[in-house]
Nanobody, 127 residues
Framework: QVQLVESGGGLVQAGGSLRLSCAASGRTSSSYAMGWFQQSPGKEREFVAAITWSGATKYYEDSVKGRFTISRENAKNTVYLQMTSLKPEDTAVYSC????????????????????WGQGTQVTVSS
């Protein structure tokens, strides 16, 4: 069993920056991929970024390429999403997800491929 807790969300002006963190606890000894997804009212959950356990492969949604960076520190069981040049359309609840028991190079952009989810952290970007 794995528990995920996000932090780092908040209210920022357009052009500002935030760093989101996702701390994992529980059965974290096995390899697992991690992803970040966003959801706003009235919209479907959308992929943002993902990373393999090794960190060798990263995926980004087109609208955040060049602005967001996903990284991980496996020794701390933590994944980060550094968000820069934020835009009002980035406003959403950001949730992290984990897929344990996978090969170390496995990664996915698809929400249902992940087994564990955090409660989410709100990011609001004002105009």
């Amino acid at each position: 069993q794995v528990q995920l807790v996000e932090s780092g969300g908040g209210l920022v002006q357009a052009g500002g920056s935030l760093r989101l963190s996702c701390a994992a606890s529980g059965r974290t000894s096995s390899s697992y991929a991690m992803g970040w997804f966003q959801q706003s009212p009235g919209k479907e959950r959308e992929f943002v970024a993902a990373i393999t356990w090794s960190g060798a492969t990263k995926y980004y949604e087109d609208s955040v390429k060049g602005r967001f960076t996903i990284s991980r520190e496996n020794a701390k069981n933590t994944v980060y999403l550094q968000m820069t040049s934020l835009k009002p359309e980035d406003t959403a609840v950001y949730s992290c997800a984990a897929a344990p028991g996978r090969l170390r190079e496995w990664v996915s952009k698809v929400a249902h491929e992940y087994e564990y989810w955090g409660q989410g952290t709100q990011v609001t970007v004002s105009s």
